[in-house]
C-alpha cells in the first residue's frame, strides 16, 4: 500500500514551453504533496507543498509564477513548469504522506521525472 | 532551522564487510527520522522510519538507531552486497504532516 504514482518519468522540451508532471496518490488519499528538485549529486529541496482544495505554499526563492502547482483532488497533484529554460533541467519528485493509519507512517515517493529543457 | 547533516558524502566498501553511515541533525526537536535509499535517476525507496521516541529500528540487514538528545542518527548495513549500492538520505520531520528536510545524502559503492 501507500504507492504515489509520477509522471512522466522523463520529459524533452523546447526552451519557452511549459511541461506539465502528474504525482497521483493510488491506494490513499493525500490531503498534502510535496514537490522537491533534485540536481545531480546533491540531496532533494523543497519547492513547494501542494494542499488539496488550497493554495500551494512555496518555499523561499521558489518562483511560484514560474511552478505552478494544482492539487484538484485528494488523488492528485500537478506542477507545471512555465516557459521552461535549460537551467529548469532537473530531477523533479513528488511525495506523500499516506497518514500514520498506513503501515510505515513515512512519506512515500514518486519515482521521479527527469526534465531536460533543450 | 533545522540542519541535516551526513557523512561521509561517499563510501566504497568490499562485498561482505558491515558498514555505518552517519546523520546529524542540529535541531532535536523532530517527529521522526526516516532513511530512504536511492538509485541512479530514480525515486527514493523507504528503508526505516524511526519515531522520536523510539532508539532503534531494524529491517533485514539493516539497522537505524536514534539518539535525539544529541541529534544523531545511524544506519548499519550487515553483510553488504553489490546490490546495496546507492545513495542513502536520512531527513527529519519536525511536526506530523510537516515537511522533510534532508541531508546531502551518503553515496555507497560496495564492490565485488
Known amino acids: 500500500g501507500a504507492v504515489v504514482s509520477q509522471h512522466p518519468s522523463w520529459v524533452i522540451c523546447k526552451s519557452g514551453t511549459s511541461v506539465k508532471i502528474e504525482c497521483r496518490s493510488l491506494?490513499?488519499?493525500?490531503?498534502?504533496m510535496f514537490w522537491y528538485r533534485q540536481f545531480p549529486k546533491q540531496s532533494l529541496m523543497l519547492m513547494a507543498t501542494?494542499?488539496?482544495?488550497?493554495?500551494?505554499?512555496?518555499e523561499q526563492g521558489v518562483e511560484k509564477d514560474k511552478f505552478l502547482i494544482n492539487h484538484a483532488s485528494l488523488t492528485l497533484s500537478t506542477l507545471t513548469v512555465t516557459s521552461a529554460h535549460p537551467e529548469d533541467s532537473s530531477f523533479y519528485i513528488c511525495s506523500a504522506f499516506p497518514g500514520q493509519g498506513i503501515k510505515n507512517g513515512g512519506y512515500t515517493f514518486g519515482s521521479g521525472t527527469r526534465l531536460t529543457v533543450v | 532551522k533545522q540542519e541535516v547533516t551526513q557523512i561521509p558524502a561517499a563510501l566504497s566498501v568490499p562485498e561482505g564487510e558491515n558498514l555505518v553511515l552517519n546523520c546529524s541533525f542540529t535541531d532535536s526537536a523532530i517527529y521522526n527520522l526516516q532513511w530512504f535509499r536511492q538509485d541512479p535517476g530514480k525515486g527514493l525507496t523507504s528503508l526505516l522510519l524511526i519515531q522520536s521516541s523510539q532508539r532503534e529500528q531494524t529491517s533485514g540487514r539493516l539497522n537505524a538507531s536514534l539518539d535525539k538528545s544529541s541529534g544523531r542518527s545511524t544506519l548499519y548495513i550487515a553483510a553488504s552486497q553489490p546490490g546495496d549500492s546507492a545513495t542513502y538520505l536520512c531527513?527529519?520531520?519536525?511536526?506530523?504532516?510537516?515537511?522533510?528536510?534532508f541531508g546531502q545524502g551518503t553515496e555507497l559503492s560496495v564492490k565485488p
Open positions: 491506494d490513499f488519499q493525500a490531503t498534502t
Open positions: 531527513a527529519v520531520r519536525q511536526n506530523q504532516g510537516g515537511k522533510l528536510i
Open positions: 501542494s494542499n488539496e482544495g488550497s493554495k500551494a505554499t512555496y
